[in-house]
């Protein structure tokens, strides 16, 4: 990573309440680390039905991103 690097999270979740302030909740949560963070929560349903679309959120975490964390 370079200084210029960021950092994005997609959480997926069955089913959040409220996918805005969820994301607030998950970036308050992760603090300063040194880089910038952005937080993006999803329907599970959702990444499923769009993580073959180009251009989509889902698309690229689906092809390129790593699971750092897995519920059982």
């Not at 937080?39 to 889902?58: D, L, P, Y």
Request: charged letters at 30%; glycine letters at 6%; a neutral charge.
């Amino acid at each position: 990573m370079t200084r210029d690097s960021d950092i994005d999270l997609l959480v997926v979740e069955p089913a959040p309440p409220n996918t805005r302030e969820r994301s607030v909740e998950i970036r308050d949560a992760v603090g300063n680390i040194g880089y910038p963070v952005d937080v993006i929560v999803m329907r599970t349903e959702r990444f499923e039905r769009t993580k073959q679309v180009i251009g989509g959120i889902a698309y690229p975490a689906n092809k390129y991103g790593r699971v750092i964390y897995a519920a059982a």
